[in-house]
């Protein structure tokens, strides 16, 4: 989360942001590793890991509307995303799926 060190505008350089949601990609492409969001009550979202909780992320990370808000809280003018690093799956394998993993979380 954000907070307001100084009331000038600032750009932060290491933000990470997820898609909402996730499609089953262990299941499209007939291998396990890959990465899935599940809602929770509470506004948050657990990531899974193979169907194991790998780690809770805040709304912020994939709500858009939450971001901005933090942002305007705390003078952030401009961010820098990437994903989170596990999303980046150096491990799967190229030729069963050719960048459709990529392709959907940075679009």
């Not at 809602?39 to 858009?64: H, P, Q, S, W, Y």
């Not at 990437?82 to 980046?88: A, D, E, G, I, K």
Request: hydrophobic share 40%; charged share 30%.
């Amino acid at each position: 989360m954000f907070t307001p060190s100084s009331t000038r505008r600032k750009i932060d350089v290491h933000a990470h942001v997820l898609p909402a949601s996730i499609p089953d990609f262990a299941k499209k492409f007939g291998y396990d590793g890959f990465v899935t969001l599940r809602a929770r009550d509470d506004g948050k979202a657990d990531m899974l890991k193979d169907g194991k909780l790998f780690r809770v992320i805040e709304r912020n990370c994939f709500d858009t509307a939450t971001r901005l808000k933090e942002m305007d809280e705390s003078n952030v003018n401009v961010q820098c995303l990437s994903t989170v690093p596990v999303m980046f799956s150096y491990w799967k394998r190229l030729f069963s799926r050719p960048r459709t993993v990529d392709i959907y979380i940075v679009d």
